[in-house]
């Protein structure tokens, strides 16, 4: 499987910034996926990242608030904009595996809103 | 609506003995079921995973078995050991429909030395 890392592993921000969850994979990935984990709660699609294409949003996630970049097949990035306390999650990228259906997922950013 | 239902929040089972994790799904397009390990402060690990065209995949400790016409599925894990516990989550595909997972809201495995 992929050796996935993402920084930071944990912030706490202030209310009203913004914060760039980094994601980079040691092989060439072409999808790559988005996810967050509220508090108690499962594990939700925010958005799939192809290179070279614009991101594609789930429902209830917008392009302003979740910016994505994809420069690469090894790196992406996911920034969360003017945050508010209910964007308190742990933020999570993920990469098919080699079978083609199987996701892998890094270790995850631990984000606290003040 | 919860598409992937996991109806049991928590669960302990003693040393040595079965975990039996269910799952539950609503839409009959999924085909392609996988369960996931989280521990606290990691991201979440595959375990294993079943097709629809079978019943049963078995992987070591770990046996997962699905049953279409209840859509329900379970993760067996015989015979359990204190490094089980963790949030186990259940996820599911439509595979024709893109690398789209729906997970379950987990259920967390104690499991008692």
């Known amino acids: 499987s992929a050796v996935i890392s993402q920084k930071p592993s944990r912030d706490i921000c202030q209310r009203g910034t913004s914060l760039t969850i980094q994601c980079q994979v040691d092989?060439?990935?072409?999808?790559m996926f988005w996810y967050r984990q509220q508090p108690g709660q499962s594990l939700t699609l925010i958005a799939t990242?192809?290179?070279?294409?614009?991101?594609?949003?789930e429902s209830g996630f917008v392009i302003d608030k979740f910016p994505i970049s994809r420069p690469n097949l090894t790196f992406s990035t996911l920034t969360v904009s003017n945050m508010s306390p209910e964007d308190s999650s742990i933020y999570l990228c993920?990469?098919?595996?080699?079978?083609?259906?199987?996701?892998?997922f890094g270790p995850g950013t631990r984000l606290t809103v003040t | 609506d919860q598409q992937v239902k996991q109806n049991s929040p928590s669960l302990s089972v003693q040393e040595g003995r079965i975990s039996i994790l269910n799952c539950d799904y609503t839409?009959?397009?999924?085909?392609?079921f996988l369960w996931y390990k989280k521990y606290p402060a990691e991201g979440p690990t595959f375990l294993i995973s079943?097709?629809?065209?079978?019943d049963k995949n078995e992987d070591g400790r770990f046996t997962v078995f699905l049953n279409k016409s209840a859509k329900h599925l379970s993760l067996h894990i015989v015979p359990s050991q204190p490094g089980d516990s963790a949030v186990y989550f259940c996820?599911?595909?439509?595979?024709?429909?893109?690398?789209?997972?729906?997970f379950g809201p987990g259920t967390r495995l104690s499991v008692l030395p």
């Open positions: 993920s990469v098919v595996g080699p079978e083609g259906y199987e996701q892998y």
């Open positions: 092989s060439q990935v072409t999808m």
């Open positions: 990242a192809n290179q070279g294409s614009e991101a594609t949003y």
């Open positions: 839409n009959s397009m999924f085909d392609y």
């Open positions: 079943i097709s629809s065209i079978k």
């Open positions: 996820a599911a595909s439509a595979r024709n429909y893109g690398q789209n997972f729906v």
